[in-house]
């Protein structure tokens, strides 16, 4: 019974591992893209970036 539960830990500590391999992969993926966009459309890249930074000076802590 020992057995079996430290192998269900382990296969959950490789999974864990996996599935924060994949999202690290999603987030760097996502970035790149998202610096895509922004080349191809720097108007509207510029855009975002005065509305985010208006956004974040009236944000109230």
Known sequence: MADRESHED??????????????????????????????????RAKAARLRHAMRMRTFRW
């Open 10 to 43: 382990a296969s959950q500590r490789e999974s864990d591992a996996e599935r924060r391999r994949r999202r690290a992969q999603f987030l760097r993926e996502l970035t790149e893209a998202r610096e895509l966009r922004d080349r191809v459309q720097p108007r």
